[in-house]
Antibody
């Protein structure tokens, strides 16, 4: 059974930092492309960024330079370091795996339950 | 960036009826399109990928169609558990993978 369990969310002041984690199990993590998607309260889904197997990363424009995605294949864990946080970064952050897809067909087939990051003074 | 537009924003349908949700891309995304269902308080769930392929475990009453810039998600014989928000997403051009703003399917 595929499981993605996020942790690390919380309340942080503007300008602050957090590190989100996603513990993965039940699939070949080392081969999977992993993503972070966020959802502001009452809003739609927004792709944050992706890390390929091997470690190459891509980011959405609103977070580029402030957020960093990394992975530890030995621990089958995905990370999202969020820095220089803004009020508008307040959202539930979902860890998303491409398990059955492929680099040519990278649909998001498994989602974690999400972790809430609240940016407020 | 490819902009995904979903319409209508809200759709009111009675249980047992059929609903049709639409998604338009600002440029062709071929068939690199997915549909997700999000029940309030839950994470999104993959329903359809490659525009028309049902994900494992998705009931046959869900079907997707389209290619290029126009896509449709059809739900036949609506069940109570189908009332949710539905998002389309293109993965033909990245970054970013862009989502539509969602269609809320509500009980009439």
């Amino acid at each position: 059974e595929v499981r993605l369990v996020e942790s690390g969310g919380g309340l942080v002041k503007p300008g602050g930092s957090l590190r989100l984690s996603c513990a993965a199990s039940g699939f070949a993590f080392t081969r999977a492309w992993m993503n972070w998607v966020r959802q502001a309260p009452g809003k739609g889904l927004e792709w944050v960024g992706r890390i390929k197997s091997g470690g190459a990363t891509d980011y959405a424009a609103p977070v580029k330079g402030r957020f960093t995605i990394s992975r530890d294949d030995s621990k089958t864990t995905l990370y999202l370091q969020v820095s220089s946080l803004k009020i508008e970064d307040t959202a539930v952050y979902y860890c998303v795996a491409v398990v059955n897809g492929s680099p040519a067909d990278p649909y998001f087939d498994y989602w974690g339950q999400g972790t809430l990051v609240t940016v407020s003074s | 960036e490819v902009v995904m537009t979903q319409y209508p924003a809200t759709l009111s349908v009675s249980p047992g009826e059929r609903s049709t949700l639409s998604c338009r891309a600002s440029q062709s995304v071929n068939t690199n399109l997915a549909w997700y269902q999000q029940i309030p308080g839950q994470a999104p769930r993959l329903l359809i990928y490659s525009a028309s392929t049902r994900a494992p475990g998705v009931p046959a009453r869900f079907s997707g169609s389209g290619s290029g810039t126009e896509f449709t998600l059809t739900i036949n014989s609506l069940q109570s558990e189908d009332f949710a928000v539905y998002y389309c997403q293109q993965y033909n051009y990245w970054p970013p993978y862009s989502f539509g703003q969602g269609t809320k399917l509500e009980i009439k």
